[in-house]
């Protein structure tokens, strides 16, 4: 059985040692990495490359505001759930559209954290219910006729799906053996068909239509 090596941070003890034990009882994860100082925490990071870092980024201050970017540069290819004690809707939109996979809060049941890893790991997005509740309360969909999936080809629902389910533009032409060119015209026309604005949107927009699945 293959192991999904983790990376945790999180500097409150109680919720550290918590997460720390579900962890190491389950016998398909690995925790390669448990850091809550900065410095520390990418000097380590970019030794282990995980497959997964869980981040309590709104509650620990000594993490920069561009963290998630300077993650994604020492270890492009770990997948990020953020552990989240903030209501604010534009915070978190701000991370999903800057890479994070998953959101947990410090109420979370071990079993959805476990369903947490083993979604993300897997390709997929999970968002808790308290999370998801904030996240889909004012989407910035103009709610009217034109703003309909109808308005796409086969091909740009193709393309939003794998949009909201967190693929590159690499990644799509590849999956739908089209150029990157071609991608990028279906990704305009989307936005232009459904009169978004934002890549956060763009996921709303597919979640709310049920174009994206695992997402609790």
Same mark, same amino acid.
């Not at 071990?110 to 997929?124: C, M, Q």
């Not at 629902?157 to 060119?181: M, R």
């Given at each position: 059985?293959?192991s999904? !090596?983790i990376?945790?941070s999180?500097?409150?003890?109680?919720? +550290?040692?918590?997460?720390v034990?579900?962890?190491?009882?389950?016998k398909?994860?690995?925790l390669?990495?448990n850091?809550s100082?900065?410095?520390?925490?990418?000097s380590?990071?970019?030794?282990?490359?995980?497959?997964?870092?869980?981040c309590?980024?709104?509650e +620990?201050?000594s993490?920069?505001?561009d963290?998630?970017e300077?993650?994604?540069k020492?270890?492009?290819?770990?997948?990020?759930i953020?552990?989240?004690? !903030?209501?604010s809707?534009?915070q978190i939109?701000?991370?999903?559209? =800057?890479?994070?996979?998953?959101?947990?809060?410090?109420?979370?049941?071990g079993?959805?954290?476990?369903?947490?890893i =083993?979604a993300?790991t897997d390709?997929?997005?999970?968002?808790?219910?308290?999370?998801?509740?904030?996240?889909?309360?004012?989407?910035?969909?103009?709610e009217?006729?034109?703003?309909?999936?109808?308005n796409?080809?086969q091909?740009?629902?193709?393309v939003?799906?794998?949009?909201?389910?967190?693929y590159?533009?690499?990644?799509?032409?590849?999956?739908?053996?089209?150029?990157?060119?071609t991608?990028?015209?279906? =990704?305009?026309?989307?936005?232009k068909?459904?009169k978004l604005?934002?890549?956060?949107?763009?996921?709303?927009?597919?979640?709310?239509?049920?174009?994206v699945?695992?997402?609790n």
């Amino acid at each position: 059985m293959k192991s999904t !090596d983790i990376f945790l941070s999180d500097h409150q003890e109680l919720t +550290n040692v918590g997460l720390v034990n579900l962890i190491r009882k389950e016998k398909d994860l690995s925790l390669v990495g448990n850091e809550s100082d900065w410095t520390s925490f990418i000097s380590t990071l970019e030794q282990t490359q995980p497959n997964l870092i869980i981040c309590d980024y709104f509650e +620990n201050e000594s993490f920069p505001t561009d963290f998630l970017e300077r993650i994604k540069k020492v270890s492009p290819n770990s997948y990020i759930i953020i552990v989240t004690a !903030d209501s604010s809707e534009k915070q978190i939109h701000g991370l999903i559209s =800057r890479g994070a996979r998953g959101f947990l809060t410090k109420s979370c049941s071990g079993e959805e954290i476990l369903s947490s890893i =083993r979604a993300v790991t897997d390709g997929n997005r999970f968002f808790c219910p308290t999370v998801l509740d904030i996240i889909v309360r004012k989407p910035d969909v103009e709610e009217n006729q034109e703003s309909s999936i109808a308005n796409l080809s086969q091909r740009e629902s193709e393309v939003l799906k794998l949009i909201a389910e967190g693929y590159s533009t690499q990644q799509i032409s590849e999956e739908l053996h089209v150029s990157i060119h071609t991608i990028n015209s279906h =990704r305009k026309n989307i936005y232009k068909k459904l009169k978004l604005k934002k890549p956060r949107d763009l996921i709303l927009f597919a979640m709310n239509q049920g174009l994206v699945s695992d997402m609790n």
